[in-house]
């Protein structure tokens, strides 16, 4: 089991250990499982950090809820691209697929939220309906039992009072629907712009590979140039030495020939 222990008495090591790789993936897990759970809308920032470290206790390791806010803070700004990490293979985040796959979940279930709100929206209306109906007849009827003559006036008022009804819930539809859909918007566009910056990042991680590799290639050109010149150089240095040796031989074997000349002809 992993131990890390986090900020408590004065007594207790403050340094936080690393988060491994095993165990971001755990943070990532636990974050998405409690964002799934029906009460997750309800909760205060505190209690939901306080339940992802309740799973991750129960996975075996021991983090506090202000770590793993922390952790998944800058989870989230290497996803969205503010840091870099892995420059070797140009992987901008590398947890980015588990990470990816809770916001697309998020967004998912935002638009199951939408749907469902939209239409329990639209069953409360036809229930408000013929109660709306009743309540104003009621009402009309009393003030009906006030009147001396029946006239349109009742009936005028009676439509008046349903079409503010009416009015006032659709106002009322309309505005949290277009809450929710500019909250939505606002995330598919967050998500967009996360996807373009990514694969921009990618695009010119590629780009600078391929310029390090064309300066690879130059450099090695210039070493095997460098090297061949060098060789050529010795060979004329070698062929030199050869040439000298040559003459000093020539020059060794004609002095023998006179000298031997010399003796020969002193002999006779």
Not at 22 to 50: N, P
Not at 122 to 139: F, H
Not at 237 to 246: H, I, K, P, S
């Amino acid at each position: 089991m992993m131990e890390a222990g986090g900020a408590g008495a004065g007594g207790r090591d403050e340094r936080v250990p690393q988060w491994g790789a095993q165990e971001t993936r755990e943070l990532i897990a636990a974050r998405g499982e409690v964002e799934r759970e029906a009460d997750a809308a309800r909760r205060s920032a505190k209690t939901m950090w306080e339940a992802v470290a309740a799973r991750l206790r129960e996975r075996g390791y021991r983090r506090t809820a202000d770590q793993c806010k922390c952790k998944w803070k800058n989870l989230v700004n290497r996803y969205k691209g503010k840091e870099t990490s892995d420059p070797e293979n140009g992987r901008q985040c590398p947890f980015f697929e588990e990470l990816h796959a809770v916001f697309t979940e998020r967004a998912r279930n935002m638009r199951r939220q939408l749907l469902e709100s939209e239409s329990g929206a639209s069953v409360q209306r036809k229930l408000k309906r013929p109660s709306g109906g009743r309540s104003s007849g009621e009402s009309d009827d009393e003030n009906d039992g006030g009147e001396e003559s029946e006239d349109e006036k009742p009936m005028h008022s009676r439509k008046r009072k349903a079409d503010e009804k009416k009015q006032q819930s659709q106002r009322m539809t309309e505005k949290s629907r277009t809450g929710i859909h500019e909250l939505l918007h606002d995330f598919l566009a967050q998500q967009q712009r996360i996807d373009i910056q990514w694969q921009e990042a990618m695009a010119r991680r590629a780009q600078e590979r391929v310029v390090f590799e064309q300066e690879w290639r130059q450099s090695m050109q210039k070493l095997e140039q460098e090297r061949l010149m060098l060789e050529h150089s010795w060979i004329q240095r070698e062929e030199q030495r050869r040439m000298r040796e040559e003459a000093r031989a020539e020059k060794r074997d004609a002095l023998l020939t006179t000298l031997l000349n010399k003796l020969l002809q002193e002999d006779l």
